[in-house]
């Protein structure tokens, strides 16, 4: 059984979905691993790491392999020539690459998404968007500190008293606790708002106060918020407004895969930040918490710099890499049927009544799996 490392794509892309301290883990399970040249290269492996690691350098790799992993989808004419069977590891934002999700049912791939990984306790080693929030909300208080032309901590100084900068997050998830934990342990003083009931003690866990809106909470399912009312978000951003005119830096996490970020904060409420302010806002490519944020630029709203992410965790491409590899062997080990002592070898053979395999299959046996997708291929509306 051959496992191919593709080497990305995508422009800008920096991270790679296997690295060389993880290659004997596929290797010790019976898989021959090929990696594609410099496919580490954006996250500072070397093609000689990998092959002493184990490994082989092929160019198209993915020509005679079984299993194809990679962090973005692989390009469509790639996909194109795969042998009917392999099996494909990647995020592959289906909504969004419905022509894609079509050309992997008909060249009969067997297609799985990170993303779509259950949140269950069981799979949480194989969490990917939990591990590339992690980077990001670490990356997104960097960002802020840097931006912002002054102290984040308390000094206390024969020439006076520099008082620590306030910064506010909104969005408590896996990202915003990050960007929580990180600032406070830069020294500012931290508030942080989210929808849900259970982020107030989460929030302050690490050391930052939870703001109460005194609204209802908004608990979804898979340990995200659900969707709020206009009504609802137009009486939160009111109550907000107070919070963000009086922040240094204001960071913005709030994001739920396939669906358009919530609007949380209008150019209004910016221009009222005081000069020198600073707004990163996580969520720009998928539509933006902060109107008027730009995916991979800093534009000026009122006197605040506005920072808009784009593939944050590319940004950390070294932990980011490592993190989603160790999700990647995780997931492809719990696929994986071990040698038998009878002489049978080991193979990849998904067990299709485990939930996390059905949950994050999207095509195999030439039809699409993921119910959403095939509806919307189809034509319908999503149940």
């Excluded at 090929?34 to 290269?41: C, I, M």
């Excluded at 092929?58 to 692989?74: F, G, H, I, K, T």
Aim: hydrophobic share 45%.
């Amino acid at each position: 059984m051959r496992v191919a490392v593709a080497r990305e794509t995508r422009p800008g892309e920096t991270r790679v979905a296997l690295v060389p301290e993880l290659v004997p883990r596929l290797t010790g399970l019976g898989y021959a691993v090929a990696v594609e040249p410099d496919a580490g290269r954006g996250a500072l492996h070397a093609d000689e790491d990998y092959l002493e690691a184990g490994a082989e350098v092929v160019e198209a790799a993915w020509q005679d392999a079984d299993l194809v992993v990679s962090v973005n989808p692989l390009d469509p004419a790639v996909v194109r020539r795969l042998r009917p069977g392999t099996a494909t590891v990647s995020f592959l934002p289906a909504a969004a690459s419905l022509d894609l999700v079509a050309d992997l049912r008909d060249c009969g791939v067997t297609s799985f998404a990170m993303e779509l990984v259950p949140r269950i306790s069981r799979a949480q080693s194989m969490d990917a968007l939990s591990s590339q929030s992690l980077v990001s909300g670490y990356r997104c208080a960097i960002v802020a500190a840097g931006l912002l032309r002054r102290f984040l901590p308390l000094n206390m100084t024969a020439a006076g008293t520099v008082p620590p900068a306030a910064v506010v997050v909104l969005g408590a998830g896996v990202a915003g606790l990050q960007a929580i934990a990180t600032c406070k342990r830069l020294g500012a003083v931290v508030k942080a708002y989210d929808v849900r009931a259970a982020a107030a003690e989460e929030i302050r866990s690490v050391g930052a106060q939870a703001i109460d809106l005194e609204l209802e909470t908004l608990e979804g399912s898979g340990g995200y918020a659900r969707e709020m009312s206009e009504d609802r978000a137009e009486r939160q951003r009111r109550l907000l407004a107070p919070y963000v005119a009086a922040a240094d830096a204001l960071i913005t996490t709030a994001a739920v895969p396939g669906r358009q970020a919530p609007l949380l904060v209008t150019a209004d409420m910016v221009e009222h930040m005081a000069p020198g302010s600073v707004v990163v806002d996580l969520a720009a490519e998928s539509g933006g918490n902060v109107e008027g944020s730009v995916p991979g630029k800093v534009v000026r709203i009122g006197a605040a710099q506005v920072w808009g992410g784009a593939n944050v965790p590319g940004q950390m491409p070294g932990p980011a890499s490592r993190l989603y590899a160790q999700n990647v062997v995780n997931l492809v080990t719990l696929m994986t049927r071990q040698a038998s002592e009878d002489g049978g070898a080991a193979a990849f053979a998904p067990d299709f009544e485990d939930e996390i395999v059905t949950g994050s299959c999207v095509t195999h046996d030439g039809t699409v799996w993921h119910e959403p997708t095939r509806l919307a291929l189809e034509g319908e509306a999503p149940r």
